[in-house]
């Protein structure tokens, strides 16, 4: 069984992940597993965006908002190789009055201390770069900054650095039951890999199971279901790019929600979200035709060239685990997260959230579990860098510039993806390669064999899905015979 961990962590999402990192950094032992890839579910299914959530001003969530604008700024500074700012169009139109929108704005950009990224302004749509992308009675637009980020990739640097400072970080293990006695968690796993059975002991219990949270405390805690849980589902739909500028849209579709339709992947246009009350299966959800036509009649309001379902080249969906604080809607239920400590159980359950507040959201853990811990060091997050993240973003170029001219036989788009996902960690990926056949296989789109052991031995990658969807993008831009590849290399290599 093993000796007692300070914290055991169940859940592999950002919240889990981001917890599991404070709490190593502060010097306690962390076990957490995941029961499926690191960011399998909700955190790899977002609108790929650290922002201050502008819409949610209008139903005075100014504490949320405050919070993760402060957060824009932190996060950027710490992995400015997976983030990166990105100024959003937000056309003018007669469903909120201008005057509205321009002190809604004042208040975003004045709200959450705001030092590097620039201010709003606005501008006139018939002028390039804007020029013949909207329909013509779009005739201005208000221009505000927030940030871009790799959703997944920000899951898997938080888990390396748990693990760099001491965590256990365990994927593909589900947990069956855990129960206390003697004032000690006795937590029962499968590893679902191999089907064999593992027992952790430990001292506090974090519930991080995102969607799963319910479930977690109903089937394996066998706690009554309080129902603190709305299910919410947001589906998103990638169509090739209709935009050549490298700014993003925010559209105000009816009945108050909005739609992002945001620069995706170099060739694409990735266009959402939906918000829709779910309670079908957690293990299979899937965007609705519904949702598909209803993402692509917003589009169609605004942008001159119209697409159709049948442009849609790939589309994704994930259910939010939101706090259920009443809300007759879904678009109206809080993104703020709420920690539920049970005192006499040493059990805390992680409830809503939004991935940019996720490290405010650990350090808040950590305070509520403190009185367990009384030797537990201070906060440490706010000014650490993650894995690849330490330089200044006004370095980026320099450091891409160096990696270029020092791997010159790698062509331009692959420098520019290694740099954009590993940062300075780049290096290491390529530490062994001096020219291109010491890269080993190359599976297509500048996915070669070396990145992919890279994956492998340091990211917890198990499956050619975990490389093409989660580590990378690259599933979008490969051909079926390129994946198959991968897929073959997957079922015939020794484990690394």
Request: charged share 25%; hydrophobic share 40%.
């Amino acid at each position: 069984m093993g000796q007692v961990s300070d914290i055991f962590i169940i859940g592999g999402g950002i919240n889990g992940v981001g917890i599991a990192a404070d709490a190593a950094g502060r010097g306690l032992s962390v076990t957490l597993v995941e029961q499926n890839d690191l960011a399998s579910g909700t955190s790899s299914a977002s609108t790929k965006l650290i922002h201050g959530g502008l819409r949610y001003l209008e139903y005075y969530e100014f504490l949320l908002v405050r919070k993760a604008l402060s957060e824009r700024e932190v996060l950027l500074n710490a992995a400015p190789h997976i983030i990166r700012p990105l100024r959003f169009l937000l056309p003018q139109i007669g469903l909120r009055p201008a005057w509205l929108i321009r002190l809604g704005l004042f208040i975003y950009d004045h709200l959450g201390g705001r030092k590097i990224l620039p201010a709003t302004n606005t501008t006139k749509l018939n002028k390039s770069p804007y020029k013949d992308i909207l329909k013509d009675h779009y005739k201005k637009a208000f221009v505000y900054s927030d940030c871009w980020v790799d959703d997944a990739r920000l899951v898997v640097l938080n888990a390396c650095v748990a693990r760099d400072k001491g965590a256990e970080i365990l994927c593909r293990h589900k947990c069956v039951s855990a129960v206390r006695a003697d004032g000690i968690w006795r937590i029962d796993v499968t590893d679902t890999q191999t089907d064999t059975h593992k027992t952790f002991q430990a001292k506090v219990l974090i519930n991080a199971a995102g969607p799963w949270v319910g479930d977690v405390i109903k089937n394996v805690i066998k706690k009554p279901d309080e129902k603190l849980v709305r299910l919410v589902k947001g589906s998103h739909i990638i169509v090739r790019k209709i935009f050549e500028h490298n700014k993003a849209y925010l559209f105000q579709g009816n009945k108050g929600r909005v739609i992002f339709a945001i620069p995706y992947e170099n060739d694409y246009t990735l266009i959402g979200t939906t918000d829709q009350d779910y309670d079908g299966n957690l293990e299979d959800v899937t965007i609705s035709e519904m949702e598909i036509d209803y993402l692509c009649d917003v589009a169609n309001e605004y942008f001159k060239r119209a697409i159709s379902p049948d442009d849609v080249i790939s589309h994704y969906a994930g259910v939010r685990p939101l706090y259920n604080d009443g809300a007759s809607d879904a678009k109206e239920a809080t993104r703020d997260f709420v920690l539920k400590l049970d005192e006499t159980q040493a059990l805390l359950n992680i409830i809503g959230g939004k991935i940019t507040t996720y490290r405010i959201l650990a350090e808040q853990s950590m305070a509520k579990i403190r009185d367990y811990f009384p030797n537990m060091k201070g906060k440490w997050t706010a000014s650490s860098p993650l894995p690849g993240g330490n330089f200044n973003i006004s370095e980026y170029e320099f450091y891409l510039y160096k990696l270029a001219s020092e791997y010159p036989f790698l062509k331009d788009d692959v420098i520019d993806r290694y740099f954009a996902s590993y940062g300075t960690k780049a290096w290491d990926v390529l530490k062994d390669c001096e020219n291109k056949s010491d890269m080993g296989q190359h599976f297509g789109h500048g996915l070669y064999e070396t990145e992919v052991k890279y994956l492998i031995e340091n990211e917890w990658a198990m499956t050619a899905e975990d490389i093409l969807w989660r580590r990378t993008k690259l599933g979008l831009h490969m051909n079926k015979d390129q994946k198959g590849a991968l897929i073959h290399w997957f079922s015939v290599k020794p484990r690394v």
